[in-house]
Each structure stands twice: as C-alpha cells, then as structure tokens.
C-alpha cells in the first residue's frame, strides 16, 4: 500500500475581525500591486512550526508530541506590532508579515517546548530562528519593497488570548493553500 503524506502545520489563530482588518490594510497598501498576492482573510494566522510533508500514520504521534509539549502551558496575551516587515529583509522582499508588539517571547518559548519534543521523535530541526508573525503577502517575485513600507503605520490592534494551538493540514493549489483546522490543543 502505498505511503500518504500529507502537509501539516502548527498555528495560533487570529480572531476573525483582526483577520480582515489585516487583509483590509494589505489591499489598501498593496491591493493595486500585481506581484504581490495577499494571503486570504481566512488563511491569516501565526505559524509557530511547520512539519512538511509527513505520513499521515504519525497523527497519532503527532497529537501526543503536541500534548505533552504544552502540558502546564498558561495562556497569554498577543498583540500584533504597528509596521509592516519583510523576509528575508525589505530590499529583497519574498514575504509581508506583520510581528508582534506582545506575546512574542512566549510564542518562541512554546515554539522551543514543541521543536524539541518533535525533534526527539525524529522530526525535521527547524534551520530558521523562529520569529513569531502573520504573513500578510506574499511575492511573485523578489522585491525591493523598502519605500513601499517605510511611512506605512497600522492601528493599534486590540489584544487577544492565546489559549489553544491548532493543528493544521495545508494543501496546495493553484489557487493558493487551503488549510483545514485537524484539531485544537488548549493551554
């Protein structure tokens, strides 16, 4: 029988009014711009691992991992930054995020807990450091984007919880990635 593998992630959701009022400013900033394409409303949320492409027998492995990684986790407050930032930097632009002003040291520590009990069980180690943000775009090309950015300031956003961390499964299209909430691990 053959192998199936399917792509899967761990995200910290955004509430539904903050997803559009992002998706908002990035069409009022960038909505003109052909290279650039805007992660739908829906799709905007706070990555905090990405698996890749793993079989799709390890779920149970994978709940458990997730599990035990956020045992005693309390929740905590997040609240997203006021300026719009690049990877791998402005001038040469692949994505459009928008970081955190709150929330950010205990999104890496939660992300240090789940690398290393995924790490343990032979998952991929992580090359990037993690840097805890909601992608707002993404280039068909790279980009020199710094004046595009520079004298853009966002609202304040009001504060939420994060209380839980999802399990997500993305699949690709030509149309873009559709992602599908798996399940919901509270802190």
Request: some cysteine; glycine content about 6%.
């Amino acid at each position: 029988m053959p192998r199936e593998d399917k792509r899967f992630f761990l995200a910290v959701g955004l509430p539904p009014d903050l997803q559009k009022s992002i998706y908002r400013i990035g069409q009022e900033c960038f909505g003109e711009n052909k290279n650039i394409k805007l992660v739908p409303p829906d799709n905007i949320h706070i990555t905090l691992k990405f698996l890749g492409n793993v079989e799709v027998d390890r779920l149970i492995e994978i709940n458990r991992i997730i599990d035990q990684s956020i045992k005693g986790m309390d929740c905590f407050l997040i609240t997203m930054s006021n300026f719009i930032g690049a990877f791998p930097n402005a001038i040469k632009a692949n994505v459009l995020f928008i970081g955190l002003k709150k929330g950010a040291d205990q999104l890496k520590n939660l992300f240090k807990v789940l690398e290393t009990g995924f790490q343990n069980a032979g998952f991929k180690k992580e090359n990037k450091e993690y840097i805890a943000h909601a992608t707002l775009a993404r280039t068909r090309q790279t980009m020199n984007i710094a004046a595009s950015i520079k004298n853009i300031v966002l609202p304040d956003y009001p504060a939420f919880k994060c209380d839980r961390i999802i399990l997500m499964e993305s699949r690709l299209n030509p149309e873009g990635a559709k992602y599908t909430k798996l399940k919901e691990f509270f802190l």
